[in-house]
């Protein structure tokens, strides 16, 4: 089955840096990826939708600026959480979707455990 | 504003049982719903899905029902296996153009099948 790497898989650093996420689809093509943030005991609520070769679509009340997001190729989308706060503290988890079918289904990967001191 | 809802957190069923996880939406432009499990430490893996123009799909001991009138959906296990315990997700997509058919994920509802 289709298979979404994600790396890392946890990061604990200082406030104020810039942590960078990847997310690989690794046996097929991918022109439509998702970031998901998921806070405890909450469903997973999308982010931004990132799209290949051009700019990503956020959601209602996601910085952009905060959270930049690169499509740069067909496997590969990361997303860096740009100087980062203990409120950025969360779990960061991506999706790949087969293109396409109509209905195919996101794959997701295994999610990024951010703890920001 | 909650467009998907899992209202139960929990659910315990005994080994060999049916289990029946609900779910509701409220936006009526959904028309592709997908169910996936996910396991600690894990991302989700996807289930089973169906689209709006059918009323069940089936795969293996999973099951999912739609009653678009009621905008509820269900999956159904049978029988419950001490492995099908993780949390479920609900989610739903508008297919429609220039969706990008992205997911709207309910709260989840933690199964634990008894031996």
């Known amino acids: 089955g289709a298979v979404v790497s994600q790396h890392p898989s946890r990061v604990i650093c200082k406030s104020g840096t810039s942590v960078k996420i990847e997310c690989r689809s690794l046996?097929?093509?991918?022109?439509?990826m998702f970031w998901y943030r998921q806070f405890p005991k909450q469903s997973l609520m999308l982010m931004a939708t990132s799209n290949e070769g051009s700019k990503a679509t956020y959601e209602q009340g996601v910085e952009k600026d905060k959270f930049l997001i690169n499509h740069a190729s067909l496997t590969l989308s990361t997303l860096t959480v740009t100087s980062a706060h203990p409120e950025d503290s969360s779990f960061y988890i991506c999706s790949a979707r087969v293109s396409g079918r109509v209905e195919q289904p996101q794959h997701f990967g295994d999610g990024t455990r951010l703890s920001i001191l | 504003d909650q467009q998907v809802k899992q209202n139960s957190p929990s659910l315990s069923v005994q080994e060999g049982r049916i289990s029946i996880l609900n779910c509701d939406y409220t936006?009526?432009?959904?028309?592709?719903f997908l169910w996936y499990k996910k396991y600690p430490a894990e991302g989700p893996t996807f289930l089973i899905s169906?689209?709006?123009?059918?009323d069940k799909n089936e795969d293996g001991r999973f099951t999912v029902f739609l009653n678009k009138s009621a905008k509820h959906l269900s999956l159904h296990i049978v029988p419950s296996q001490p492995g099908d315990s993780a949390v479920y997700f609900c989610a739903a997509s508008a297919t429609g153009g220039g969706s990008n058919y992205k997911l709207t994920f309910g709260k989840g509802t933690l199964l634990t099948v008894n031996p």
């Open positions: 169906i689209s709006s123009i059918k």
């Open positions: 046996d097929f093509q991918a022109t439509t």
């Open positions: 936006n009526s432009m959904f028309d592709y």
